[in-house]
Nanobody, 121 residues
């Protein structure tokens, strides 16, 4: 299993970024996928998750209405569109493969390397 994130960077408050996570080594469409983030000095937290078919998604309250998770099962890629970014969104964002078709209370065993998102003026 390999997960490779991209798309992070420095953005001003109110701006947008789209993260991508390219997956390989497993049958992508059979598994839910999640995005987590970890800010300095804080625990890793679930940001958004999506089922294997993409039909159901889930968001942390802090990002609802601003972030959108989606996936392309042909390209084996999951995305996180982040709009109206705030300084408190600054963190390293990680892609995670769920253990089954839908997310659970615990993350799966496979992580990407992470991509830094910094929201600052």
């Amino acid at each position: 299993v390999q997960l490779v994130e991209s798309g992070g960077g420095l953005v001003q408050p109110g701006g947008s970024l789209r993260l991508s996570c390219a997956a390989s080594g497993f049958t992508f469409s059979r598994y839910g996928m999640s995005w987590y983030r970890q800010a300095p000095g804080k625990e890793r937290e679930l940001v958004a998750a999506i089922t294997g078919t993409g039909g159901i998604s889930n968001y942390a309250d802090s990002v609802k209405g601003r972030f959108t998770i989606s996936r392309d099962n042909v390209k084996s890629t999951v995305y996180l569109q982040m709009n109206s970014l705030k300084p408190e969104d600054t963190a390293v964002y990680f892609c995670n493969k769920c253990e089954k078709w839908i997310w659970s209370s615990r993350p799966g065993d496979y992580w990407g390397q992470g991509t830094q998102v910094t929201v600052s003026s």
